[in-house]
């Protein structure tokens, strides 16, 4: 008895001995990552559930999964000295790629596969509308559009608030608008439009072509034309039955929006509009009009806050960045603009309405040929505030008026005088210089409501032509100091606050 007990025991000593031996020749071929390789079934879910668990000790990367299958014959790796990361690695919230993956991956959806033609004739709209609605059900998936083909797509709303959060428009063809009215119907307010979305990211190498030209022809001047021009060139007074589209590229009640690396040019009116948008990046981009071609606003912001726009260039026939109403926590810079009419705050107050716009920090600008440089304006009647804005290191080369506070503005050939205004403070100039052709300064304030805390530092600008005489510096109801010599004097600013029996905000103010 105790003999086969014996014997029985020494045999199961020698089996969990020989099974320590093999885990052991197991863990060492896992160590040694260039001669691994992908089991299968259960192989591979044990594999993972020791990743888990921070159990493996492997040093070398392993092959990628695609749709949960291995690749097949994957390729030694060398060896690394980081840990793999796990088989299945979170998505994060803003991917990138520089090259998207192939359309046959289960978060692409490829415009071409659900029917485009991408010849610049057919109307590929429906297919585009069928792929977003493929992409928006899949979160952090990517719409596709291919390069080398030509999309014609009409007017299209790529709409929340269903859909799946961090999708990515992938543009890397052209994209190109429909040039009859018939295509367009009445009262559209966009072309592309991206509605109710929550990371919502468009990037690539592609073009977006509004081909606005044909809407250029004969505009209708009663419709806004810029009030600084009177100084500059002569009214008209064109009709047409029709207004052009706008805008090319519109954002409406999204959160953390991206738009970087695209062009978009000729749209008939403002080029990219984000309109109650919280949390927008705009950089890389490309923006190209002919400078003559009315209303057409580079970046159109509208109640919009926590806003960057950098690393751009911006050419076109009316404001480079044109910022409205409700927009707070506005930051651009390192952006060329011209042609254009500058990087404007306003209009605001028309039609006695309340504006509120604060915190904005434009820096880093290059300005070339544009019709102002910085500008404030307002409408008389209006109320609110601007407050709290910073124009710092502007380059103006062949610029008309550089620095400009109208709060008289009207795009009409007369408006009527109204006494109420918004109210403007804060507002600080450093280090603007250059040359410009007409006039260097023009603030023209309110007689009710005159700007205070204007502060003006290094200021150099010069006429192109030293020998013509130009218009000098002009100032009305503009009050704060000058920190530094300017040249030229501006000795029109008057210095301190205004009398104590003039109001200095707005009875109805923002804040």
């Not at 109307?123 to 792929?131: G, I, L, N, P, R």
């Not at 250029?216 to 009214?235: A, G, H, N, R, T």
């Not at 506070?405 to 009409?412: H, L």
Request: proline letters at 8%; hydrophobic letters at 30%; one cysteine or more.
């Amino acid at each position: 008895m105790m003999r086969g007990l014996s014997f029985r025991s020494l045999a199961f000593l020698f089996l969990i001995a020989f099974l320590v031996w093999s885990a052991s020749f197991d863990t060492c071929n896992a160590r040694r990552g260039r001669h691994w390789r992908h089991g299968r079934g259960s192989n591979s879910v044990s594999l993972s559930k020791k990743n888990n668990k921070g159990n493996s000790h492997r040093k070398g990367g392993h092959p990628n999964h695609h749709n949960g299958k291995p690749k097949p014959k994957p390729k030694p790796k060398a060896p690394s000295h980081n840990k793999s990361p796990p088989l299945a690695p979170a998505v994060p919230t803003k991917p990138v790629y520089d090259v998207p993956p192939p359309s046959h991956h289960s978060s692409v959806f490829n415009v071409k596969d659900f029917g485009a033609k991408g010849n610049g004739v057919s109307d590929d709209t429906k297919a585009f509308e069928a792929a977003w609605a493929a992409a928006c059900k899949v979160e952090a998936s990517i719409m596709m559009v291919p390069a080398e083909s030509v999309f014609l797509v009409g007017p299209i709303s790529f709409s929340g608030p269903y859909c799946q959060a961090n999708i990515i428009f992938q543009l890397d063809g052209t994209v190109i608008a429909p040039t009859g009215s018939k295509d367009w119907g009445k009262g559209l307010l966009w072309w592309l439009d991206f509605t109710k979305l929550k990371g919502i990211t468009i990037q690539g190498k592609g073009i977006i072509d509004g081909r606005g030209s044909v809407w250029w022809q004969d505009y209708p001047y009663d419709d806004p034309i810029d009030d600084e021009s009177k100084l500059i060139i002569p009214l008209h007074n064109n009709t047409l039955p029709y207004k052009p589209p706008t805008p090319a590229l519109r954002f409406y009640g999204s959160f953390n929006v991206t738009v970087t690396g695209i062009t978009i040019q000729n749209s008939p009116q403002c080029h990219l509009k984000f309109d109650n948008c919280i949390g927008v990046v705009v950089h890389d981009v490309s923006v190209s009009s002919p400078g003559d071609s009315p209303n057409t606003d580079g970046i159109h912001l509208q109640n919009s806050k926590d806003v960057l726009i950098h690393t751009s260039n911006l050419a076109c026939g009316d404001d480079c960045v044109s910022i409205q109403t409700g927009c707070s926590n506005v930051y651009v810079h390192n952006v060329n603009c011209g042609p254009g009419h500058g990087i404007s705050i306003g209009s605001l107050g028309k039609d006695n309405t309340k504006a509120c716009v604060s915190n904005i920090t434009v820096r880093d600008v290059m300005m070339h040929n544009t019709m102002n440089g910085v500008r404030i304006k307002t409408w008389q009647g209006g109320s609110g505030s601007v407050q709290g804005v910073l124009f710092s290191n502007i380059q103006v080369s062949e610029v008309q008026l550089p620095i400009v506070i109208d709060q008289f503005y009207c795009d009409k050939s007369t408006c009527k005088n109204q006494t109420s205004a918004v109210a403007l403070s804060g507002i600080t100039y450093e280090r603007v210089k250059g040359t410009y052709t007409v006039k260097p300064v023009h603030f023209a304030c309110s007689d009710s409501l005159p700007c205070v805390d204007v502060t003006l530092s290094v200021i150099e600008l010069k006429p192109v032509q030293e020998r013509y005489h130009m218009y000098d510096p002009y100032c009305w109801q503009a009050f704060g100091e000058s920190t530094t010599p300017t040249h030229p004097p501006i000795a029109c600013l008057q210095t301190g606050k205004p009398p104590s029996n003039r109001p200095q905000s707005s009875p109805d103010a923002c804040f």
